[in-house]
């Protein structure tokens, strides 16, 4: 086997195999914009977070802003402190209210951040205080029951 | 009769263990006369023509039609629950988490592998290891470390390869052939294939799978004993073991890497 | 520092596990020397070479080649003395995915840093010397048996080795090529100064050329003399070897209860 011939075969094959990988990483994945490098960090307190967990995506008016990093269980408020990683391209004013959806109707669950209008923005290591927990499913049914029998009730 | 039945158990445990003590003991030193293998990069640049160059086609046309496959078979699961849209997730993540590591790995056992330790049983068995060890020529590091790093670095080339084929095939039967929304079947699949979860686990995964598959197609071959049916016992071995090592790993890494989602 | 013997073997035993294959060698070796270790199959002969080249450790007693104790060597000089050493294989052992050239190239490529035309030189020379500078450029595959040791020949005396052992050369080959490599072992013997050790069982074309022969038997040296002693001796091992005789020593009949008990006579009844 000529040594050149084998060479540029090989060449090849690593080339190829490269460009294999990019096209992963690039068109088939996300690659996270949100890294510690270009973003800052807020806690946001819930009362209950549902099935949220890390990696999910924040999104305010429908686009990814940033990632759901720590979750946190806070002993003395018996709340859970959730840290949102966001990119630092996108300020927040001060009284942005973060709120858990689900994506669809058994979907994933991310959360919402709707901006209020305060003229300070959030910085690193700011609180959201304005927040919404997730809708728990036997909560709902719970309460639907509850009305429903409420209805029923004075006979 | 029960007797020797026992004898014979508990010897072949012994031999078996035996074995393993070796395999290891060989892989440190190929390990250590690596330097070689890399300062002469020709030569592990040669294997990697042999290994990772060669097991190419059987790549790419196993990569296609389990990408096919898995559109056709996805589609009509997802069609159950009006879901068909999901059809890019399902192909994407199926190949980049499990199937591109671990079939591209299965491949390459039945291909590189066999070759590799056929080839250095018959070399062993014509005794051309022992005329360049009386050379003054180390063969581990002449021989098994080039080939050993060829291995591990052609394999995550072809895990990639084979998952892009296959989520490429999987367009083909699903946009092409069947019709699914071809903007829905990217996006979706970008919004829910995340680059270090799984596409990075993904290469972590073939890495290892490259690692053992060759360390224990040199190891195979390097020991077997030097006849025919030696040089045959051991590939077949070869392809036998690496491959459920390949699956073994494969739970191992994914409880490891998956379970941390939640 | 010169050492009037190359290769001293005193007081060597070794055995593979529980099995003893060489039970006490004493063997010595002059520089200039063609010496012949000849015995019948199994016998250790095989198993001696390697001993000298190193790749096994005596279990009992010293091997030394140009005064250094092989048991001693770290990997490091064990490697620096084998390239003064060849060894002919049985079948050659060339490697097989490279040409002729490049076999008998492959030591100087590998601990020299000579350039491309000096190899090529030293290459087609050592080749010529065998007769088979014309084959340079052929792959292992296509050679003959002949041939292929003879290239394995070349590739063994590559470094201008100072001791070259060969296992079995004269074996499988036709009278031809059986004279030509007797001439050649001779001949490189002669011309580059070496000392060649010949592990055979071919008594008549080791006879012709050899200076010394040592014969090994049961693990240990039972007869060794010149050519010339060998041939007139009358020790009964000796005798039987050289003339090919079907019973002596060495028996015909593999050990076998009475051949009557065997064929059950004497009135054991059906």
Redesign the interface.
């Known amino acids: 086997?000529n040594?050149t011939v084998?060479?540029l075969?090989?060449g090849?094959?690593?080339i190829?195999?490269?460009a294999?990988?990019l096209?992963?990483?690039l068109?088939?994945?996300?690659?996270?914009a949100v890294n510690t490098s270009n973003s800052y960090e807020v806690v946001a307190r819930f009362d209950n977070i549902g099935g949220l967990?890390p990696?999910a995506p924040v999104k305010s008016a429908g686009v990814v802003v940033g990632r759901v990093g720590d979750i946190r269980f806070d002993n003395e408020t018996y709340e859970a402190a959730v840290t949102l990683r966001l990119d630092k391209r996108y300020a927040f004013p001060k009284d942005t209210s973060a709120a858990i959806m689900t994506s669809g109707l058994l979907g994933e669950q991310y959360i919402g951040l709707e901006a209020g209008g305060d003229s300070q923005i959030l910085k690193d290591k700011d609180r959201i205080s304005l927040t919404q927990s997730a809708v728990v499913l036997e909560t709902l049914i719970g309460q639907f029951i509850y009305g429903k029998a409420q209805e029923g009730a004075p006979q | 009769m029960l007797r020797q039945s026992i004898e014979n158990l508990g010897n072949r445990t012994i031999q078996g263990v035996w074995r393993i003590g070796f395999a290891t003991r060989f892989f440190l030193a190929t390990l250590l006369h690596s330097g070689t293998a890399f300062r002469r990069f020709g030569l592990t640049i040669r294997e990697m023509y042999f290994s990772g160059v060669l097991s190419l086609i059987i790549i790419l046309v196993s990569g296609l039609f389990v990408g096919m496959v898995l559109g056709l078979q996805g589609y009509e699961t997802l069609q159950t629950y009006g879901s068909e849209e999901a059809l890019g997730i399902l192909v994407a993540l199926s190949l980049v988490r499990e199937l591109g590591p671990v079939v591209a790995a299965l491949l390459f056992a039945s291909r590189a592998g066999s070759a590799i330790t056929a080839e250095i049983g018959l070399m062993k068995a014509t005794e051309q290891l022992s005329a360049m060890e009386m050379m003054a020529v180390d063969p581990i590091a002449r021989v098994v470390a080039p080939r050993f790093w060829a291995g591990v670095i052609s394999m995550p080339f072809l895990a990639a390869l084979f998952s892009a084929m296959g989520i490429f095939g999987g367009y083909l039967v699903g946009v092409q052939l069947i019709g699914v929304d071809e903007g829905a079947f990217w996006s979706q699949m970008q919004s829910a294939v995340d680059f270090e979860q799984d596409i990075l686990n993904g290469v972590i995964k073939s890495v290892v799978f490259g690692i053992a598959i060759t360390a224990i197609a040199l190891f195979e071959g390097y020991d077997a004993p030097p006849t025919a049916e030696g040089v045959s016992g051991a590939t077949t071995r070869t392809v036998v073991t690496s491959s459920l090592a390949v699956l073994a790993l494969d739970f191992v890494l994914t409880a490891f890497m998956f379970r941390g989602i939640s | 520092m010169q050492h009037d013997n190359l290769v001293e073997i005193e007081d060597v035993a070794f055995g593979y596990g529980a099995r003893p294959v060489l039970k006490g060698i004493n063997l010595t070796a002059r520089r200039g020397q063609v010496i012949a270790i000849m015995g019948s199959s199994g016998c250790g002969k095989t198993t001696l070479l390697r001993l000298i080249g190193g790749q096994l450790k005596p279990g009992q007693g010293t091997v030394r080649v140009a005064g250094e104790s092989l048991g001693e060597l770290d990997q490091a000089r064990l490697y620096r003395l084998r390239r003064k050493m060849g060894m002919l294989f049985q079948f050659g052992a060339l490697f097989t995915d490279i040409s002729v050239f490049d076999n008998v190239a492959f030591q100087l490529r590998e601990h020299t840093d000579l350039p491309e035309d000096a190899i090529r030189d030293l290459v087609l020379m050592k080749l010529h010397a065998v007769g088979l500078r014309g084959a340079a450029h052929l792959m292992p595959a296509e050679l003959s048996g002949g041939m292929a040791r003879r290239v394995a020949l070349a590739r063994a005396i590559a470094l201008d080795p100072m001791l070259v052992m060969y296992d079995e050369p004269f074996a499988g080959l036709d009278p031809i090529s059986l004279g030509v490599t007797g001439n050649l072992i001779r001949r490189l013997t002669d011309t580059l100064g070496l000392t060649s050790l010949v592990v055979t069982h071919d008594v008549q074309e080791s006879l012709k050329i050899v200076d010394y022969v040592y014969f090994v038997s049961e693990g240990v040296i039972v007869a060794k003399g010149t050519a010339t002693e060998i041939r007139n001796s009358d020790l009964p091992y000796v005798h039987q070897f050289v003339h090919g005789e079907a019973d002596g020593p060495v028996p015909f009949h593999y050990p076998a209860p009475s051949y009557a008990d065997d064929l059950r006579l004497g009135g054991q009844g059906a």
């Open positions: 086997m040594k084998l060479d075969w090989v090849l094959f690593v190829a195999g490269i294999a990988l096209f992963l990483a068109k088939v994945g996300s690659m996270s967990k990696r």
